[in-house]
T-cell receptor, first 109, second 114 residues
Framework: GQNIDQPTEMTATEGAIVQINCTYQ??????LFWYQQHAGEAPTFLSY??LDGLEEKGRFSSFLSRSKGYSYLLLKELQMKDSASYLC??????????WGAGTKLIIKP | SAVISQKPSRDICQRGTSLTIQCQVD?????MFWYRQQPGQSLTLIAT?????????ESGFVIDKFPISRPNLTFSTLTVSNMSPEDSSIYLC???????????FGEGSRLTVL
């Protein structure tokens, strides 16, 4: 079967670093998406990893290991506005996505 | 990046009625999808909207309940037919920018069925 797992909720402190993990088992895997979703809003694109390794984009970085079926999203210098749900999704070559349930990230002062 | 305009942004509907959601993109896109996100849950793909042919529906979704039109490469509609309270959800259209390797979402349409 196909599945994708990520923690339900995480808590971190403003200014700190947090890593949100995502593991997947899917067929025809092409790449791994990360999205941020604030309550009541549509998801916004953060990253799409196709190759193994770390991709850095400002305060956010995303890592992929295809052999391990594993990805993580790393958020540095956390700000209160980073409080949101973070969704990972495994994609095939036709952009058919399998979505994780999302990780609710709570940032405390 | 593609700019997607989706409307209505929200609506309150009566049981048994139907509502059509529109999705307009500012550029021609090959791939367009319709998703549903029920309260507190992740996204579920309803169907892929195909230009000039019938949409491709995922398991659990049927054309009679969710008819989709895609008359051209910049526009699509999703109708939620004969609504029940279980259809209360956010409905999202999304498009793929293959060149950028990104999948973009419209702002979503929040439907509440009474």
């Amino acid at each position: 079967g196909q599945n994708i797992d990520q923690p339900t909720e995480m808590t971190a402190t403003e200014g700190a670093i947090v890593q949100i993990n995502c593991t997947y088992q899917t067929s025809g895997f092409n790449g791994l998406f990360w999205y941020q979703q604030h309550a009541g809003e549509a998801p916004t694109f953060l990253s799409y990893n196709v190759l193994d390794g770390l991709e850095e984009k400002g305060r956010f970085s995303s890592f992929l290991s295809r052999s391990k079926g594993y990805s993580y999203l790393l958020l540095k210098e956390l700000q209160m506005k980073d409080s949101a749900s973070y969704l990972c999704a495994a994609s095939d070559s036709n952009y058919q996505l399998i979505w994780g349930a999302g990780t609710k990230l709570i940032i405390k002062p | 990046s593609a700019v997607i305009s989706q409307k209505p942004s929200r609506d309150i509907c009566q049981r048994g009625t139907s509502l059509t959601i529109q999705c307009q993109v500012d550029s021609q896109v090959t791939m367009m999808f319709w998703y549903r996100q029920q309260p507190g849950q992740s996204l579920t793909l309803i169907a892929t909207a195909n230009q000039g042919s019938e949409a491709t529906y995922e398991s659990g979704f049927v054309i009679d309940k969710f008819p989709i039109s895609r008359p051209n490469l910049t526009f699509s509609t999703l109708t939620v037919s004969n609504m029940s309270p279980e259809d209360s959800s956010i409905y999202l259209c999304s498009v793929v920018d293959r060149e950028a390797g990104e999948l973009f979402f419209g702002e979503g349409s929040r439907l509440t069925v009474l």
